[in-house]
């Protein structure tokens, strides 16, 4: 099956700084990413989604400017998180889907703890 | 608005069968799926469905109506390694996944 990867895996850093995370996928060209957001016992939400050569369109109460998706290829997507705080710290989730299948390969995730 | 539902947590005993139900209402319908998530870890592919009916994948088998805008999975000769949590989604009119919150399965011997 498809292979997405995401690194790291975990990230630990102090709050103001920027951290930035990478979703690849292995062995098929992702059309469109999605970045998504996990809360402790809660259900996957969704931060943006991002088409290949183009501008990510970002859900309801995601600012853009803090959360800063780069999609320059058909097989890497970037979330950068900018000036970093403490609620920001979450599971970090991309999944990818290439061409007419609808089905998303999920990234393993990024765990990230602002200090 | 869309909505999934799905119950937030069930029981079952190692070797039993449990079903696990999901309702949506959502603006289209282009398939739904059935995803585990073990605690800590991203989600993995379970099933899609986009016709009625059952299909079959070994121990798991998924079901939809759409019709009714129901889903079950079922997982048969539960494992310890089932404990994980459930997610359903639907993949609404414009390609975009609809999240349910989860059910989490709890297995005991």
């Known amino acids: 099956g498809a292979v997405v990867s995401q690194h790291p895996s975990w990230v630990i850093c102090k709050s103001g700084t920027s951290v930035k995370i990478e979703c690849r996928s292995l062995d098929f060209q992702a059309t469109t990413m999605f970045w998504y957001r996990q809360f402790p016992k809660q259900s996957l939400m969704l931060m943006a989604t991002?088409?290949?050569?183009?501008?990510?369109?970002?859900e309801q109460g995601v600012e853009k400017d803090k959360f800063l998706i780069n999609h320059a290829s058909l097989t890497l997507s970037t979330l950068t998180v900018t000036s970093a705080h403490p609620e920001d710290s979450s599971f970090y989730i991309c999944?990818?889907?290439?061409?007419?299948?609808?089905?998303?390969?999920f990234g393993p995730g990024t765990r990230l703890t602002v200090l | 608005g869309q909505n999934i539902d799905q119950p937030t947590e069930m029981t079952a005993t190692e070797g039993a069968i449990v079903q696990i139900n999901c309702t949506y209402q959502?603006?289209?319908?282009?398939?739904l799926f059935w995803y585990q998530q073990h605690a800590g870890e991203a989600p993995t592919f379970l099933s899609y469905?986009?016709l009625d009916g059952l299909e079959e994948k070994g121990r798991f088998s998924s079901f939809l109506s759409r019709s009714k805008g129901y889903s079950y999975l079922l997982l048969k000769e539960l494992q310890m390694k089932d404990s994980a949590s459930y997610l359903c989604a639907v993949l609404d009119s414009n390609y975009q996944l609809i999240w349910g919150a989860g059910t989490k399965l709890i297995i005991k011997p």
């Open positions: 959502t603006s289209g319908f282009n398939g």
């Open positions: 999944s990818a889907r290439g061409g007419s299948d609808n089905e998303q390969f």
């Open positions: 991002s088409n290949e050569g183009s501008k990510a369109t970002y």
């Open positions: 469905n986009v």
